[in-house]
């Protein structure tokens, strides 16, 4: 048989309920053996290049403008980076306030992504009915779930809101500090959102451990292989989301780098790029490309922090870390899940904690100084995982050069091992079913990749599957 | 609360459809008996806000259409498989609905748009559009107010 006439690509176009809009190919040769998987992304921002030229002072407002989702997050890394630039240790009350902005923005991320993006897989099941499981689909049997997802999120939006005046890119952390101290007058109201949230959490871990129960055999096979994992941890090994040094650890629970100044992470990581996708493909620079892939996000920081200092979600942490059993460390990026909610009941915790502080409501917040730096990186935790931003400057603070390290391509091989170890266990290359390609994007999603949305004209999202032979002609094709 | 909510969405850096925020804007600014929301997107969470409303007008660009039109909402889920975290109209209703058990009455204000490329400001078509919006619905709403002061 002729592999050159028989290999075949499977397009599943676009890839639904993630941030964004991307494709996922399957490569088969002769014997309808996948050879390979990509993720592929077809959407090019060009921040990094449009940025140029503008001043310092702007990035973090421009910058929050890359996603709806996340914004706060390059808010926060933008200012970071700003603050490196004009050489200042910013106001007590700044961090702190920086900081409470950082965990409303991993709860309501989070919530969405498990809520409403992740849930309708888990509770209704891969080989549901397609036009049920959605949002709606979970809405019928589990109402008081929905309910409760929709009010999470809500409760970090509202934290996001009332410190930065709106819900999504708001210009209120700059180079130096933030725009405007904490209203006082609104510390009780959200302080009253506290409880209901602790609790909608806990039901949200007690349905993950059924969910793991439920799908015992399918985990297996949901992004499980050996990488390294990188993020950042406090100076005592604390989980860290706003500062810190990073920790690079290996598939075997191994810290192989350890308190790596931010400032320092060209040395350690480099990028790649492929023709076929505008994502990056960075990668650990000692072990080359692509040996050293790495993963962010949750499942990450939850493998790498030494401890969690907020009660409930350290005990979490560490069920958590008795999955790795003897592998030294969770390796299955089906636990990203997992991960996500107990980093919301630790951002839950931890907000109560900050919201108490006296610190909170000081009127000092915000260094200022001229430009005395020629380049800054700022760097954060963002929902997805490290996120780095790298200006350098003229004298007057004009943009020369902008590298943004985004957390999401710094999961893309993982990405990609992803849908190739799922599309070798679950297609056999002749049979197509929903199941199976809900399945590849399930494993997708279990990272909450966010492609960036820049336009709202969605609603329509159809899956457009091809099964397409190697000179490019189109054999099979199935949409819904 | 007001008994009605206007949620003008879209993207106000991509040109055109940024048109239902400035309608949405510009309507709230003039009738302070609604209450006004401004968004990029309609997100699950927008379903608290519509709850036990009388009426929710939302107001959106679109394409492929020549002039300006108003229709009715009925709540139905949305497409098989919504992006979930952006919903229609139709849908945000639905969720609003089965989690509250109240309706709301509901209609769709759609501003032809014509131009996307990066950057604030509307084509002369869709600015004349948003006029038009803003007249039609500010007259909705005093018509409304009227009828309701005479039924009360």
Redesign the interface.
Known sequence: MDKKTTSQVITIEPV????GHAKITIHLDGKKNVTDARFHVNEFRGFEKFCEGRLMWEMPGLTS?IC??CPASHLITSAKAGDEILTVSIPETAEKLRRLMTLAQWTQSHA?SFF??SS?DFLLGFDAD??Q????GV?TDH?EF??R???L??FG?EVIEILGGRK??TPWAVAGGVREPFDDSRKTYLLDWIPEAKQTVSLALSTMKQIHTKFAKDIPNFGNFRSLFLGLVGKDGALEYYDGLLRLMDSSGNVIADKIPPREYRASFGEKTEPWSYLKFPYYRPLGYPKGMYRVGPLARLNICDYIDTPRAEEERKLFKALAGKAGAVNNSFYYHYARLIEILFAVEKMEMLLHDPAITGTNVRAKAMINRDSGVGVCEAPRGTLFHDYTVDQNGLLTKVNMLIATAQNNLAMNRTVQQIATQYLDGEKLTEGILNRVEAGIRCYDPCLS???????????DVRLVAEDGTVIDRLT? | MNDTLIIGFGNTLRGDDGAGVIAAGRIGKANPAVDCLLLQELYPETADAIAGRRRVVFIDAAVGIDAFSIEPVAAVPGPARPSSHSLTPAGLLRLSEDLSGQSTEAILARIPAFRFDFGEGLSSGAGAAVDECVARIGSLIASSSGRDRRDG
């Open positions: 639904t309920r993630i941030e403008r709806g989702i969405l409403h993006l309708p397609p036009a499981r959605n949002i709606f809405l109402k929905v309910r997802g929709i009010r999120r809500k939006q999504i890119h949305c820049s336009t709202h004209a969605a609603g329509m999202m159809p899956l819904r």
